[in-house]
């Protein structure tokens, strides 16, 4: 991004001042030293961002719904330390959206010098966003996107490309039923959608339905809304194994939804275990998950990938030396099979 300087004065400014206070502070410090007999505080106890200098980074995450998420903000709070150089503000907004704006807004009026955050749905930020760029305070998308008028109203975002992990399950899906000899059978369908309006939902329904228009004879019997929660997701597989009697794949947007539809595939008496009786797919490529695929009971796992913390320090240091970022950083994924997940699980953490 070009002309920065230009784009944020009032940040700039910010440090400025920053860098004066800090001068004051010593200075005054180096006085009372000489002046009086009281002793000045211990260093540690006057540790402030402002005195030293540190880069303070406002994050409001939307929630701690699944595994996938927990992983992210571990990742992101592993690189903002003040070993880095890092003062982090952490909000959880709990999956209410208006929670987010209130940490956004707080985040502007204590001057942080970056806000970071995952949108829990794409709709609804062009107010509050605009709040941010007013104050000169650049605003860094991970994990799901907005859906804003000005384009400006965000600096960079870096997260995975959920159409393409759409398709690609769509894809996987073809070459499963090839490899059964099922490619001319009747197909039904069942998806598992995360939260209403938020990109990975949006993203992975539009993917996979581009290669449902290719194929006749696939049938999505529904699109139940598992809100990407095991418990959520549990009660919305047993609605539909009640509903339809021949479910023959199940598209899970999660680790954690898939893992609630298993519970409800066994309680209604199917063998998922058995491996032939249903095809399903999963999304973020969880340890438990890479397990089941490993034994047979996830036929793919598309992997998400929540470890996003050291990209955006990239993107924050490319900022503080004035240089250019792109617009999208998308994070590298692959996907599992029974043939490749071996030797991926011993070392995944989450
Ligand atoms: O797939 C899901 C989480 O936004 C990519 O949100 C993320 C999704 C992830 O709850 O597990």
């Given at each position: 991004m070009k002309n920065r300087e230009k784009i944020y004065p009032?940040?700039?400014l910010r440090r400025k001042l920053r860098g004066a206070a800090a001068l004051l502070a010593s200075a005054l410090l180096f006085l009372s030293g000489c002046s009086s007999r009281i002793s000045a505080p211990e260093e540690d106890d006057m540790r402030t961002p402002v005195d030293e200098n540190l880069i303070v980074v406002g994050v409001s995450q939307l929630g701690s719904e699944s595994v996938w998420r927990t992983a992210n903000t571990a990742s992101i709070q592993e690189v903002f330390t003040k070993e880095k150089g890092?003062?982090?503000?952490?909000?959880?907004?709990?999956?209410?959206?208006?929670?987010?704006?209130?940490?956004?807004?707080s985040f502007i009026s204590q001057e942080v010098d970056y806000i970071i955050f995952s949108p829990l749905m794409e709709e609804g930020?062009?107010?509050v966003l605009q709040e941010a760029k007013d104050a000169g305070i650049p605003v860094i998308l991970i994990d799901r996107m907005v859906d804003v008028e000005?384009?400006?109203?965000y600096s960079t975002w870096i997260g995975s490309d959920f159409e393409k992990e759409g398709t690609e399950a769509g894809r996987i899906l073809e070459?499963?039923?090839e490899g059964q000899g099922r490619q001319e059978e009747d197909i039904n369908i069942v998806v598992l959608k995360g939260t209403e309006g938020s990109s990975p939902t949006i993203g992975r329904t539009e993917g996979f339905g581009q290669i449902v228009a290719l194929h006749e004879n696939w049938k999505i019997l529904e699109q139940a809304d598992g809100e990407f929660t095991t418990a959520k997701a549990r009660e919305e597989m047993s609605r539909l194994l009640t509903k339809y009697e021949d479910i023959d794949v199940l598209i899970s947007q999660n680790d954690d939804m898939t893992f609630g539809?298993?519970?409800?595939?066994?309680?209604?008496g199917r063998s998922p275990e058995s491996g032939d009786d249903i095809i399903i797919l999963s999304f973020d490529g969880t340890r438990k998950a890479l397990e089941l695929v490993e034994s047979g009971v996830i036929y793919a796992d598309l992997?998400?990938?929540?470890q996003q913390g050291e990209y955006l320090e990239e993107v924050i240091q490319k900022l503080e030396a004035g240089q250019e970022i792109e617009r999208i950083y998308y994070v590298p994924e692959k996907i599992f099979t029974r043939d490749n997940v071996?030797?991926?699980i011993e070392d995944r953490t989450y």
């Open positions: 009032a940040r700039n890092y003062f982090l503000i952490f909000d959880n907004a709990r999956q209410k959206q208006e929670n987010q704006i209130k940490a956004l807004r930020w062009d107010t000005d384009p400006s109203l070459k499963c039923l539809a298993l519970d409800a595939l066994r309680a209604a992997e998400c990938n929540p071996s030797r991926y």
